[in-house]
């Protein structure tokens, strides 16, 4: 049983799951994981949990993603293993109604990322913007639809083909110094280079490529948390 006064605050969030209010939900656990001190781990595993089920049902299924992904550091053996097989896709993102939106969202995602890096600010100015990056970026995807048989490849070989990909973008203001190459990975506990299907370093023990190095969302690219 949680002890402790954020115990109010979980049993509240389960309530209002329970009575189909996920907005109060999420309030009532963010405080309980506020306040619940970090040595009580399995307590909280459950919050993250049902912190994590408020979120997706609220519609903010990527940070759902992360409140599970937190949930496998706390405890590998827990059910969130099952929630995140179930929500998300092969890069680590919400899952989508097909593999081919998959692959669209995972690619938008990385050039929309590249793009975004370059400015002062990781978020569009204007909507105008946005939509003409975004209308680059779907030009881009077509002619690499066409060019590459992405139905033959496996998850790990798209990521590498999507990265690949160089779109030549509009600079609308300064750039800030930035690396514009691929970023190596490393595990510096072990001084090795850590694979897309390597186990991830933080303790999750999921695939690099689906916990650390998942590709973001669009709500996280929209807030510039990436």
């Excluded at 990527?62 to 405890?75: D, E, F, G, V």
């Excluded at 053996?77 to 099952?82: D, E, F, N, V």
């Amino acid at each position: 049983m949680l002890e402790g006064k954020w115990s109010r605050h979980y049993d509240r969030g389960l309530g209002s799951l329970a009575r189909h209010r996920p907005a109060e939900a999420v309030k009532a656990l963010q405080t309980a994981l506020e306040v619940c001190p970090p040595s009580k781990a399995h307590d909280l595993y459950k919050i993250c949990l049902f912190l994590g089920v408020a979120l997706q049902r609220v519609g903010f299924p990527q940070s759902a993603i992360k409140s599970w992904i937190s949930c496998q550091r706390l405890n590998k053996r827990g059910p969130t293993r099952k929630m995140l097989s179930r929500y998300t896709n092969c890069y680590g993102m919400e899952r989508q109604d097909s593999s081919e939106a998959d692959d669209w969202q995972a690619f938008s995602s990385i050039q929309t990322v590249r793009y975004l890096l370059g400015k002062n600010k990781r978020t569009f100015s204007t909507r105008a913007e946005q939509d003409m990056i975004s209308d680059l970026i779907r030009d881009s995807w077509g002619e690499l639809r066409r060019s590459a048989d992405l139905g033959s490849m496996s998850g790990c070989m798209k990521l590498e083909a999507f990265h690949a990909v160089r779109i030549v973008f509009p600079t609308f203001v300064v750039a800030e110094p930035h690396l514009d190459g691929p970023i190596i990975t490393v595990n510096f506990q072990t001084k090795q280079r850590v694979g897309l299907n390597d186990r991830c370093s933080c303790g999750s023990g999921m695939p690099f490529m689906l916990c650390c190095g998942r590709t973001p969302g669009k709500e996280e690219l929209l807030s510039g948390s990436f």
